[in-house]
Nanobody, 127 residues
Framework: VQLQASGGGGLVQAGGSLRLSCSAS?????IAWFRQAPGKDREFVAAISWSGASTDYADSVKGRFTVSRGDAENMVFLQMKGLKPEDTAVYYCAALDSPGTTAQTMAVMPSDDYNYWGQGTLVTVSS
């Protein structure tokens, strides 16, 4: 399985918006987004369940980020608005091969429990 995260790579001003995409080869998975800023641990950002019925977010991004599924079953998006310099990080998507797991459970799962990881895309927010 290949996961491809894309949509980063440029410089966004504080207050701006950006949409990240995650595509999984072959089929549908439950997807979570994580990020890792320089010198910091990787942290959970958002998750969407296999069906799309549940979503969950880190407190730091609630109200600003939205995770959603695309029309193609293997696509998931992370719409980011009101970006802040502290959002600067490499963003990763991770896939979970578990149709019954809710996004709320995904938010607290150890990252090692995810089945597949993408290579990451850099988001840089200037002040």
């Amino acid at each position: 399985v290949q996961l491809q995260a894309s949509g980063g790579g440029g410089l966004v001003q504080a207050g701006g918006s950006l949409r990240l995409s995650c595509s999984a080869s072959g089929r549908r998975y439950a997807i979570a987004w994580f990020r890792q800023a320089p010198g910091k641990d990787r942290e959970f950002v958002a998750a969407i369940s296999w069906s799309g019925a549940s979503t969950d977010y880190a407190d730091s991004v609630k109200g600003r980020f939205t995770v959603s599924r695309g029309d193609a079953e293997n696509m998931v998006f992370l719409q980011m608005k009101g970006l802040k310099p502290e959002d600067t990080a490499v963003y990763y998507c991770a896939a979970l091969d578990s149709p019954g797991t809710t996004a709320q459970t995904m938010a607290v799962m150890p990252s090692d429990d995810y089945n597949y990881w993408g290579q990451g895309t850099l988001v840089t927010v200037s002040s």
